[in-house]
């Protein structure tokens, strides 16, 4: 009984590291694709940086992630961050200058 419990302990960590790494993917790349199909006008109206820089931010941490550093290397965290700030801030501000309307 007592050595099964570190053979658990590895399957728990890589299904935290399995759903992490999902999470991780989805962000980025829904920030992704979203920064793509945007004006490149209005991130500037906005105040922000521009659309290039934008996409190229998310992209290499998107490549990153997928590369196999996985979702908790610096690169996977980074990219998390990138595509949260650009989801809840940016997409935001993208929203209200454009009144709300739209796909996203």
């Not at 991780?24 to 290039?52: C, E, M, Y």
């Not at 490549?63 to 196999?68: D, K, M």
């Amino acid at each position: 009984m007592a050595i099964a419990a570190p053979i658990f302990v590895f399957d728990v960590v890589l299904v935290i590291d399995r759903v992490l790494l999902f999470f991780a993917l989805i962000v980025q790349g829904v920030s992704l694709v979203h920064a793509i199909t945007q004006r490149s006008d209005a991130f500037s109206a906005i105040g922000t940086l521009p659309k290039g820089g934008w996409i190229a931010i998310l992209a290499v941490c998107l490549l990153l992630t997928l590369l196999g550093f996985g979702a908790l290397s610096i690169f996977g965290l980074i990219g998390i961050a990138a595509g949260l700030i650009y989801l809840l801030d940016v997409r935001v501000g993208l929203r209200d200058l454009h009144d709300g309307k739209g796909f996203w």
